[in-house]
């Protein structure tokens, strides 16, 4: 049964930075797709950026050369590098693993801006 725990979530400020990270297990990492949701307080979970198996990347227009996403098949990671945060990043962020029909989500991990 795959596993994934995401980590790195916080308060930062407007303009600031954070790195989220999800670690996996019990799959065969490289051949998932991976990425990363988020739901905001009332809305619906949306997809924010996602990397193939072959390494792929897509991003959400709101997102797009703000954020970066990454994986690291030797260690079974997925990152998020999210710069210049907006008060409309706040959300909880969830990393999921796809592959044809299965598919895992993790727990979420918290990210807030604030001033």
């Known amino acids: 049964q795959g596993q994934l725990v995401e980590s790195g979530g916080g308060l930062v400020q407007p303009g600031g930075s954070l790195r989220l990270s999800c670690a996996a297990s019990?799959?065969?990492?490289?051949?998932?797709?991976m990425g990363w949701y988020r739901q905001a307080p009332g809305k619906q979970r949306e997809l924010v950026a996602k990397i193939t198996s072959r390494g792929d990347t897509d991003y959400s227009a709101s997102v797009k050369g703000r954020f970066t996403i990454s994986r690291d098949n030797a260690k079974n990671t997925v990152n998020l590098r999210m710069n210049s945060l907006e008060l409309e990043d706040t959300a909880v962020y969830y990393c999921n693993a796809k592959l044809v029909v299965t598919q895992y989500w993790g727990q979420g991990t918290q990210v807030t801006v604030s001033s």
């Open positions: 019990g799959i065969i990492f490289k051949l998932y797709d």
